[in-house]
């Protein structure tokens, strides 16, 4: 079977700086990978890659064992990848509905906005999916006025609207509580028991470990090493993290 | 219990209406905003100059020549609206009309008079998407700041027009003969004035264009957070060319409209609307930051410009007060609009 995604050889250059080096990667149908490495490491380049906003300087990308050759961030979106980004992707002067169909406006054939569909929509997911309790928050709120943890789920939200078959979350956790974090990790669970692949990000051992199917630890660059989560314990894996930040190397 | 309940469920409600009250004020504050400013102004002007302010030929007066400012204020709403600008419209009006004027020129063949100035009119508006879309180009690719690729291409236009034309002007009296001009700038029942219907269907299409279309919905988005737009799949440069190339349209329309109005051709046509134009789209609430901004603010925004400029003749004031008077009403609502955002943050 092939894999959902494949990286080939995928270096990225910005200038001077070598964001990546060399990667192969890949992420399997139906598995939950889980990215872990430095601040500066090349995590969102990585996935800044999957989702087609950068082009690689060289490499191949591979969907379905298709290789995709001028991958752009609506192509991917095509292809069901959907982003919750680590800068979250907002325009926090429009309103939640435009935010939550932003780039994805439901139209018809004119190009004329379905204003209501998505008002609705919004509402439902709210209701469902985000459980906001607020009742200042409706569709027409703008999102500017929303707390932290609030915004963070907007971009959660939307990623999972669409019916996405890959879904990356870069570090989604950020600004949440406690609460909002452990309904994170279900959406995380929602998704691969919905027979979907994703790929997670975030600098919590702890959170990568409980929801990850396999660990992919990434330096400078590179790829550092890779686990099976459940060959490994939680102990030993902050270890060699700690390692790895320390030497460059996992053993 | 259940009494309880129902206090809850009533006081949620009753908690529902009243931040749906707040928010209609949030939605809708600035507009409503411009609103107050216009009667207000209306009122203050009644008082000053009675007896041009109660007459209606005072209106005739406005609607006759607000929209040859009031159309290129729409789509330069949107360009504000995406983060953008563009200084150079008042050149490509001229341009505009320069294409006009050769073509008319090149086509003696053609006998039907009505067949010859259609086709010189839409050479003109060609000419101002082109201009445009050119505009768009160099913005996008090179990554120039509009406002500086602007005042560049707004000299260059009027260079050009300055060389085709040979700086010289002239009569359009045989428009008169086509039908091109009732239409464009008739009178109806010999009072109301066509270029203000234009002006009405231009300003609705603006709307919908911008507040249920896709690419009203981009404008926003790009003004608002470009990287965002571009990260959720936008064409943010596309988007970027389109807005300019509908003003470089909607100029070049407006260069048509004011010259058919005078049935002549000034080589410095337009000069005088470039500050007409910015006022009314930054006094009509539209952010010099991107991101916000609305048709009927401008639209307002556009007659209260238009009065203005006939309150300072009517009180006795010279012309030259006029340009004082936009430069501080520019700088007041740019200075008003930072402020309320500041505040909203
Ligand atoms: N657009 C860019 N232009 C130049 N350099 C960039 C750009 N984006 C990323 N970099 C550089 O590439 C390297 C990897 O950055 P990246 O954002 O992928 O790291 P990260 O692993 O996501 O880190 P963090 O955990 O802090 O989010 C860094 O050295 C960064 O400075
Ligand atoms: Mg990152």
Redesign the pocket.
Known sequence: MDYRLELRNVSKS?GE?Q?LENINFQLGQNEIVGLL?D???????LIKIITGFYQPTSGEILFNGQKIDHLTVPRARQLGVETVY?ERALAELQTLWRNIFLGRELTNKWGLLDVPKMRDETYRLMNQSMGFTSSAIDPESYVRTFSGGEKQGVAIVRALYFDAEIIILD?PTMGLSLKETARLITFVRDIKRAGKSAVFID?NVVHVYNVADRIVVIDRGRIAGEFITRDITLDVLMEKMIRVAETGNLD | MTHTDESTHGASRANRKAFSLKRFARTYGPQLGILGVFFGLWIIFIIAAPTTFLKPQIYNAFMSTVPFFAIMAIPLTMVVIAGEMDLSFPSIMAMGMVAFLLTYGATPGIANISVRVMLSFLAALVTGTLIGWINGLIIVRFGIPSLVATIGTQFFWRGAVLVLSQGKSGTLSYVKESFLHPALVGKIGGTFPTQMIWLIVIAIVGWVLLNRHKFGAHIYLIGDNANSAELMGINTKRVRVQAFMLIGLFSAFAGVIASFHVVYFWPSLGEGHLLSTLASVFLGGTSVFGGTGTILGTFIGAFIIGAIEAATVAVGLTGFWTELIYGLIIVLSVIMHAYLRKRAE
């Open positions: 910005f700086v964001a490495g601040n500066g490491a090349g995590k969102s380049t680590q570090e600098h």
